[in-house]
């Protein structure tokens, strides 16, 4: 069926004036407060479009395998980019990084990690904290044995490694993880971990497994009564989708943050790596900045007239011959200059004090790890009589002051479980003691002897202690060249004791003489007689 159409309707001055004054007017008139927010808008966006862009870090830069190409971006996108937060101001930006305003994030600490700068501030602290080690001491009578046990358990299980790995993450991820491995744990993650007999059985400790934070994530932790002891502290992690609870993964934390950012810092702390960041920057910049001087410290020259050399047509030739002055500048080619209107010029960049500058530069990344120079970095102090020896002693002190504070926790917990897998039962007077960092020289330690030396002999004089007790001590002294040497006149008898003495040298043996040899017979005749004709004696013959 056909729709009929009616003719269109034509429109007079007259209608259109009368539907102008009739109909609604499609804008309504803006109010004040609509005015206000889009006078708030655009001086917000004028302001993000004026603001400047914060430079990059250069260790970024440095660090990500794909850099950021800026230049796929518009003036108003990078700028956004790089004042993009929240209103607390907690996000980061996704093209530019502000220093110490907030968590790197794992990913960013993992990048930075690959620098020579970062790396060798945390290996350096990780490898001095077991490079002497320890030994298991005991406050106890009979307890040699199980400690020499204990310590062949704890190289057979590798702890050793494991600290070292952990000290590792600590630096440059603010935290690290140590999950407790028992024999067939699987299905008890989530149950505590308590160091009973019926808990950890006979044979159960594997070892630790060392898990890098970047795949721990915090579950559940209380935020209500700050005098709890696990006030901010989560009693569970999920570990890749599995729930473990806080007993079963030690958890180091060297430099914590407030309890308010906690939450914030994945409730870890402050890496090494995030406090370094302005110091290595700078680092960078210097270094890359006086290589820059180096390549460039002369300018060469030539004085002509440049009205001439730019009239229309001359250009092209001005050019060419500044592309050719480049292509032979050699100390061993050839110039050619108008001696009437050229002349060559030199301009050197003075080079002194260059040297300073970046040195300086590179001591600040000592300061900040508190490491010394010729620790960090190998660089050993410059001048007359110059020596390094007073900052390795505060160097030992902080390590050992690290070691006490952070690791001395986790090794009391691994022997602990040590001896509940070994014996089935602890022992606490058995404890975990660093050996000291500082080794003597071998001058060092002949003075240290000598002087000992002197002490025990006027001890000896003075009746404090005897000989024999000085000589049962250097006996059983692993670091006295008489270690184990057992001596005969320890147990002697004492010199006041007569009855004894007599008693022993009556018992002594007097030795037997070995038998003589029979003589040889002398001969007979007149020129000599037998020994017992010569003396009167009746020799049998002539009898």
């Given at each position: 069926m056909a729709r009929s159409r009616l003719p269109p309707t034509r429109r007079t001055p007259a209608t259109k004036a009368a539907a102008a004054t009739t109909a609604p007017s499609a804008l309504p008139a803006e109010t004040a407060d609509e005015k206000t927010r889009r006078d708030r808008a655009t001086a917000l966006s004028s302001a993000v479009t004026q603001a400047p862009?914060?430079?990059?870090?250069?260790?970024?830069?440095?660090?990500?395998?794909?850099?950021?190409?800026?230049?796929?971006?518009?003036?108003?996108?990078?700028?956004?980019?790089?004042?993009?937060?929240?209103?607390?101001?907690?996000?980061?930006?996704?093209?530019?990084?502000v220093e110490n305003a907030g968590w790197p994030g794992f990913p960013t600490l993992s990048l930075l990690s690959q620098l020579a700068e970062y790396r060798s501030m945390h290996e350096t602290l990780a490898d001095e904290c077991v490079r002497c080690w320890g030994v298991v001491a005991s406050s106890g009578d009979g307890d040699d044995d199980r400690c020499t046990q204990i310590e062949a358990e704890l190289k057979r299980l590798n702890i050793r490694a494991a600290v070292r790995q952990l000290v590792v993450h600590d630096q440059a991820f603010g935290g690290a993880h140590a999950y407790i491995k028992l024999k067939d744990d699987d299905g008890m993650r989530k149950l505590p971990l308590l160091l009973k007999p019926y808990s950890v059985r006979r044979g159960a400790f594997q070892g630790l497994r060392v898990v890098e934070p970047y795949w721990v994530t915090p579950n559940d932790y209380n935020s209500i009564d700050p005098t709890k002891e696990n006030f901010y502290k989560p009693s569970s992690w999920?570990?890749?989708?599995?729930?473990?609870?806080?007993?079963?993964?030690?958890?180091?934390?060297?430099?914590?943050?407030?309890?308010?950012?906690?939450?914030?810092?994945?409730?870890?702390?402050?890496?090494?790596?995030?406090?370094?960041?302005?110091?290595?920057?700078?680092?960078?910049?210097?270094?890359?900045?006086?290589?820059?001087?180096?390549?460039?410290?002369?300018?060469?020259?030539?004085?002509?007239?440049?009205?001439?050399?730019?009239?229309?047509?001359?250009?092209?030739?001005?050019?060419?011959?500044?592309?050719?002055?480049?292509?032979?500048?050699?100390?061993?080619?050839?110039?050619?200059?108008?001696?009437?209107?050229?002349?060559?010029?030199?301009?050197?960049?003075?080079l002194s004090g260059l040297d300073a500058l970046q040195a300086q530069a590179q001591e600040q990344m000592g300061a900040v790890s508190h490491t010394p120079l010729v620790k960090l970095l190998g660089i050993t102090p410059s001048g007359l009589n110059a020596s390094s020896d007073g900052e390795i002693r505060v160097w030992y002190d902080y390590v050992h002051g690290y070691q006490g504070a952070t690791l001395s926790p986790l090794m009391q917990v691994v022997l602990q479980l040590v001896q509940l897998s070994l014996f089935g039962v602890v022992d606490e007077d058995i404890t975990w003691q660093w050996e000291k960092l500082h080794e003597a020289t071998e001058v060092e330690q002949a003075t240290m002897d000598r002087e000992q030396m002197e002490t025990d002999r006027g001890y000896i004089e003075a009746g404090v202690v005897t000989a024999e007790q000085v000589a049962q001590r250097l006996s059983s002294d692993p670091d006295s060249p008489y270690s184990g040497i057992a001596d005969g006149n320890i147990d002697a008898i004492p010199d006041d004791d007569i009855a004894s003495i007599t008693e022993a040298i009556l018992g002594i043996q007097p030795p037997v003489p070995e038998p003589a040899a029979p003589a040889a017979p002398a001969a007979l005749g007149t020129a000599g007689l037998p020994p017992g004709a010569q003396s009167g004696v009746e020799h049998p013959l002539e009898a």
């Open positions: 862009v914060a430079e990059p870090s250069p260790s970024l830069q440095l660090a990500r395998a794909h850099a950021v190409d800026e230049a796929n971006y518009t003036p108003k996108e990078r700028r956004a980019a790089s004042h993009a937060m929240d209103w607390a101001g907690q996000s980061r930006s996704a093209l530019s990084f999920w570990l890749i989708g599995t729930e473990v609870h806080a007993t079963r993964l030690f958890t180091i934390v060297s430099r914590p943050v407030a309890d308010m950012l906690k939450p914030a810092y994945s409730f870890r702390g402050i890496s090494m790596t995030q406090l370094a960041i302005p110091y290595v920057d700078n680092w960078l910049r210097t270094r890359q900045s006086v290589s820059d001087t180096v390549k460039q410290f002369s300018v060469s020259g030539v004085l002509m007239d440049l009205q001439q050399s730019l009239l229309p047509g001359a250009g092209t030739s001005l050019d060419y011959r500044a592309q050719l002055l480049n292509l032979y500048r050699d100390n061993r080619n050839l110039l050619l200059l108008d001696k009437a209107t050229e002349e060559f010029f030199q301009v050197n960049t003075p």
